[in-house]
């Protein structure tokens, strides 16, 4: 399986579509499955900004469409009748295959997540490609309960959008990047999985994102890592 992990830098507007349909554009015929961050349509630290930039289902027909060629897995902040949730998006065969909605919103230090967002109540396993995948958002990872019911689902692949602030600077790297490291480890080998772990990079109001992502096999041996605080979009066999 061709997989393409987009670690990108999303602006706070929606311009985000463009860039990732042109990333799609460029990768759908070397890659069975193309994945972005956290929040990748929508920028992380919207707050107000929910009203006029969360994206309705309609307004992706675009990434439906693509999906034809390339099956699409994005994080996007979308709209909910009045309310606002922070969603894993996974695209195939021309349709919206699968929308997690982010159940564990961090509310503490620099997140503000429940203020603005409502959080969902169950995590699934969906069938594509013959494959079981279960789609995560970033503080959901966290939660000792979610990796029982992970372990249950018993997917394949699980796909992790990430928007994970730079914190915990040490000589040897980051304190939270080994946190990270070691909570996708345990999920894999928990689940007997491979896992995508794709973290955004960039800068918003003093925010800087670190990027990192990887795919970790089911023995929990990390592949595939990109480098910290860079851009990259590269496709790796797994």
């Not at 992502?213 to 979009?233: A, N, Q, R, Y």
Request: hydrophobic share 40%.
């Amino acid at each position: 399986m061709r997989v393409t992990l987009a670690q990108t830098s999303p602006k706070l507007n929606r311009s985000n579509l463009e860039e990732i349909i042109s990333i799609v554009a460029s990768n759908k015929d070397s890659s069975d499955l193309i994945v972005f961050p956290e929040l990748a349509l929508s920028g992380y630290l919207l707050q107000d900004k929910l009203h006029e930039d969360a994206w309705s289902d309609e307004e992706l027909a675009p990434l439906m469409q693509m999906s034809e060629d390339v099956d699409i897995a994005v994080g996007a902040a979308m709209r909910d009748g009045v309310l606002f949730r922070n969603c894993g998006l996974y695209f195939s065969q021309g349709k919206l295959l699968s929308k997690h909605i982010k159940v564990h919103l961090p509310n503490y230090g620099m997140f503000e997540e429940a203020r603005y967002f409502e959080g969902g109540d169950k995590f699934e396993a969906f069938e594509v490609g013959g494959k079981r995948v279960s789609l995560l958002v970033c503080e959901d990872l966290w939660h000792k309960s979610v990796h029982t019911e992970l372990i249950k689902l018993d997917p394949d692949l699980i796909i992790v959008h990430v928007a994970s602030p730079a914190r915990g600077f040490r000589d040897d790297g980051l304190s939270i990047e080994e946190s990270w490291y070691e909570i996708i480890k345990t999920v894999a080998k928990e689940c007997r999985a491979k896992l995508l772990f794709v973290n955004r990079v960039g800068f918003e109001d003093g925010l800087g994102f670190w990027g990192g992502s990887c795919v970790v096999m089911p023995d929990g041996k990390i592949e595939h890592k990109l480098k910290k605080f860079e851009t990259i979009v590269k496709t790796v066999e797994i």
